[in-house]
């Protein structure tokens, strides 16, 4: 009896946790900001392991060099030798990564609100994820390198993790896997999956890729780093799938507990 009454109450507390329902904007606020606030001070508690840090960059680069997908330098240059280029890269990496992630948030709260649980769960898991590899294998960023050109100092624009307050703050060795990837394939799936219109999912589909040449056209990433992105996503999405029971992103009407059928808002 004993065992029956815990396996009850075990399928309750999984059926509450896997509950399709709307979210709460306060909660929501709370959660997030608890989250990253606690990833910011793993993020950059992680020991630096500055020696290692600069091995391993050497051998991703020789891994880059057998594969023939060594371009960092190439862009590298080519962005540093552009500087209104260079200028809209460097405000692009300060600010977007941001931006474009707390606005898809929002969008999806608003008018995918039976969704949003499933995929804001992802973002959270790819950071926790992202922290596994923080710690355990610390990669110096290109912009560290000889024979790369950190644009952010070379032009003195704002949001260096190099300038002196920014780099006491912050793990320079943080570069694998690469968030600004990984939250911009974020974005990209969720915007693709949703919105209704065209154009609207096309930019959605353009936003990685853009970030991809910002990340490696001012040296703050390896094309290895950025590939370690798209895997910590990938894995965080099949870890939200065998949590939550279902797909993080399905087709079709979405089904309550109680298999009443729910009608979300009309997308973008």
Not at 98 to 106: D, G, K, P, S
Not at 161 to 175: I, M, V
């Amino acid at each position: 009896m004993a065992e029956d009454r815990a396996r009850h109450t075990l399928i309750l507390v999984r059926d509450r946790f896997r509950a399709v329902r709307p979210p709460r904007w306060w909660q929501e606020i709370a959660f997030i900001a608890i989250v990253y606030y606690l990833y910011s001070l793993v993020r950059n508690a992680v020991p630096s392991h500055e020696a290692g840090a600069f091995n391993r960059s050497r051998t991703l680069l020789s891994i880059e060099g057998h594969l023939h997908i060594n371009i960092e330098q190439s862009l590298n240059h080519f962005v540093a030798g552009h500087d209104w280029l260079a200028y809209i890269c460097n405000y692009y990496y300060s600010t977007l990564h941001f931006i474009v992630t707390i606005a898809v948030l929002v969008w999806l709260y608003l008018k995918h609100p039976l969704r949003y649980r499933a995929i804001r769960s992802v973002l959270i898991i790819t950071n926790l994820v992202a922290l596994i590899g923080f710690w355990s294998i610390a990669v110096a960023p290109p912009r560290l390198l000889a024979g790369y050109v950190d644009t952010v100092v070379k032009l003195h624009t704002w949001g260096s993790l190099a300038s002196p307050g920014l780099a006491k703050e912050s793990n320079q060795f943080a570069a694998m896997p690469s968030l600004h990837i990984g939250w911009s394939l974020w974005c990209a799936f969720a915007i693709v999956a949703l919105a209704r219109r065209p154009w609207v999912r096309v930019l959605g589909a353009l936003y990685p890729l853009a970030t991809f040449f910002v990340i490696i056209g001012t040296a703050n990433h390896f094309v290895l780093d950025a590939v370690g992105g798209a895997v910590t996503l990938g894995v965080s999405i099949g870890i939200q799938r065998l949590i939550s029971g279902r797909p993080t992103y399905r087709d079709g009407a979405i089904v309550l507990p109680d298999g009443q059928p729910a009608q979300e808002l009309i997308s973008v």
